[in-house]
């Protein structure tokens, strides 16, 4: 049963950035069923929670909430004046997905969340489809000075300077943008679509386990994914061949809107690759809410062109429909088995063979295991022609 509770030692206890919560240290979490992951709809909070005298809202230990009110409800008017001094146009959030994070100087969740913040904006920045506005606000109406809400710093524009970031930044001056938002917790991150309609919520980052930014980047692409009106054939997620793959069929540059445009109705996801000790990006192809990579993209960086196209998933069609997972090695002709060699580097252990010997090429990976079984298919690439560098 959810536990309704006020004392002095609770009140105390608010160390974090809660309504009305003194200012913390940096942002930790104490519960084990911590109120910390994105959630899209509000369900039962778990029977550890607690809710604070004269609210209705179930918290976790450390006071984060377990569900946010206006999830599936229309994101409420923001007016004001932005950090820069310029007013805000309420128009910047039309017509595109919106990450929005409320936050504030005097709250220390907030602070041990901002390096997350200025890496979260960086990443965003590569996506055309989806913006980011911070709106700071103070705990609260009787908390709005400007010693209250900046502290030694006395504004957002000379905290940015100190610390180097620089993001759009509305000021919440007197708390009804917090109130109007139903904010609970600082800090918090909405998830608005184009349609203005609050699709997610989530609060700290820093508290949160694996990658927190690269996790909550992934929650947006699902989110987005599941909510899009357009629709893949049923068949499959798309094909792969010497020809290409989807509708990428040559060279083009390695940046989100050239791989969107050859990948219409997937989700063209940022994310990094490891090979031979390095680590370098890529962009996955995501389709609809599958969390396999329908396709993932190398980059040539000499020529800043996609170098290779590669797919793993079993719903993603070969030239001869052959799919990852079933198709077998003996089901290859004569001839395209006599091109078949052993894999190097990243495809180690893998049996790689090729059609096309000059310009684009196109690869099946099958996996030996080791044993007398057929080599089954692991993964199909396309290797676009790349223009000729001047010597």
Same mark, same amino acid.
């Given at each position: 049963?959810i536990r309704?509770?006020i004392? %002095? $030692?609770?009140?105390?206890?608010?160390?974090?950035?809660g309504?009305?919560?003194?200012?913390?240290?940096?942002?930790?979490?104490?519960?084990?069923?911590?109120?910390?992951?994105?959630?899209?709809?509000?369900t039962?909070?778990?029977?550890?929670?607690?809710?604070?005298?004269?609210?209705?809202?179930?918290?976790? $230990?450390?006071?984060?909430?377990?569900?946010?009110?206006?999830?599936?409800?229309?994101?409420?008017?923001? &007016?004001?004046?932005m950090?820069?001094?310029?007013?805000? !146009?309420p #128009?910047?959030?039309?017509?595109?997905?919106?990450?929005i !994070?409320?936050?504030?100087? *005097?709250?220390?969740?907030?602070?041990?969340?901002?390096?997350?913040?200025?890496?979260?904006?960086? %990443?965003?920045? =590569?996506?055309?489809?989806? +913006?980011?506005?911070s709106?700071?606000?103070?705990?609260?109406?009787?908390?709005?000075?400007? &010693?209250? /809400?900046?502290?030694?710093?006395?504004?957002v &524009?000379?905290?940015?300077?100190?610390?180097?970031?620089?993001?759009?930044?509305?000021?919440?001056?007197?708390a @009804?943008?917090?109130d109007?938002?139903?904010?609970?917790?600082?800090? @918090?991150?909405?998830?608005?679509?184009?349609?203005?309609v609050?699709?997610g919520?989530?609060?700290?980052?820093?508290?949160?386990?694996?990658?927190?930014?690269?996790d909550?980047?992934?929650?947006?692409?699902?989110?987005? #994914?599941e909510?899009?009106?357009?629709s893949?054939?049923? #068949?499959?997620? %798309?094909?792969? +061949?010497?020809?290409?793959? $989807?509708?990428?069929?040559?060279?083009?540059?390695?940046?989100?809107? #050239?791989?969107?445009?050859?990948?219409?109705?997937?989700?063209?996801?940022?994310? =990094?690759?490891?090979a031979?000790?390095?680590t370098?990006?890529?962009?996955?192809?995501?389709?609809? @809410? =599958?969390?396999?990579?329908?396709?993932?993209?190398?980059?040539?960086?000499?020529?800043?062109q996609?170098?290779?196209v590669?797919?793993?998933?079993p !719903?993603?069609? +070969?030239?001869?429909?052959?799919?990852?997972? @079933?198709?077998?090695?003996?089901?290859?002709?004569?001839?395209?088995?006599?091109?078949?060699?052993?894999?190097?580097?990243?495809?180690?252990?893998?049996?790689?063979?090729?059609?096309?010997d000059t310009?684009?090429?196109?690869? *099946? +990976?099958?996996?030996?295991?080791?044993?007398?079984s057929?080599?089954?298919?692991?993964? /199909? /690439?396309?290797?676009?022609?790349?223009? =000729?560098t001047?010597?």
């Open positions: 049963m309704q509770f004392s %002095a $030692a609770s009140l105390i206890a608010l160390v974090a950035c309504q009305g919560a003194d200012k913390a240290d940096h942002g930790v979490s104490t519960d084990p069923n911590a109120a910390t992951g994105f959630i899209t709809s509000n039962v909070a778990p029977e550890t929670a607690t809710v604070r005298e004269g609210e209705t809202i179930a918290r976790d $230990a450390d006071g984060r909430p377990y569900s946010y009110a206006l999830l599936g409800e229309p994101l409420p008017a923001l &007016s004001g004046q950090a820069d001094g310029t007013a805000f !146009d #128009a910047s959030l039309d017509g595109t997905w919106n990450v !994070d409320v936050w504030g100087i *005097w709250c220390g969740d907030c602070m041990a969340d901002a390096p997350y913040v200025a890496a979260l904006v960086t %990443a965003i920045e =590569q996506d055309p489809d989806l +913006g980011f506005l709106i700071h606000t103070p705990a609260n109406a009787n908390r709005a000075t400007p &010693s209250d /809400m900046y502290g030694k710093y006395g504004s &524009s000379a905290y940015f300077e100190d610390k180097g970031y620089s993001y759009p930044t509305l000021l919440d001056e007197d @009804s943008l917090r109007a938002l139903a904010i609970k917790w600082t800090p @918090s991150y909405l998830l608005v679509d184009p349609n203005g609050v699709r919520f989530r609060t700290d980052l820093s508290v949160a386990e694996g990658e927190p930014v690269k909550f980047l992934k929650d947006v692409a699902r989110v987005k #994914a909510t899009k009106e357009a893949l054939p049923e #068949a499959s997620l %798309a094909t792969i +061949g010497p020809d290409g793959a $989807a509708s990428l069929s040559g060279a083009i540059p390695f940046n989100t809107n #050239a791989i969107r445009a050859a990948f219409p109705g997937f989700e063209v996801v940022p994310d =990094q690759m490891q031979e000790g390095q370098y990006p890529v962009f996955k192809v995501v389709a609809d @809410s =599958q969390a396999e990579a329908a396709f993932v993209l190398e980059p040539d960086w000499s020529l800043g996609v170098q290779r590669t797919t793993t998933h !719903d993603v069609a +070969g030239p001869g429909g052959e799919r990852v997972g @079933s198709f077998t090695l003996d089901q290859l002709t004569d001839a395209q088995r006599e091109t078949c060699q052993d894999g190097v580097d990243e495809a180690e252990g893998l049996l790689i063979c090729t059609s096309g310009g684009a090429r196109f690869q *099946w +990976g099958f996996a030996t295991n080791g044993d007398t057929q080599p089954v298919l692991a993964r /199909m /690439m396309f290797l676009p022609e790349l223009p =000729q001047a010597d």
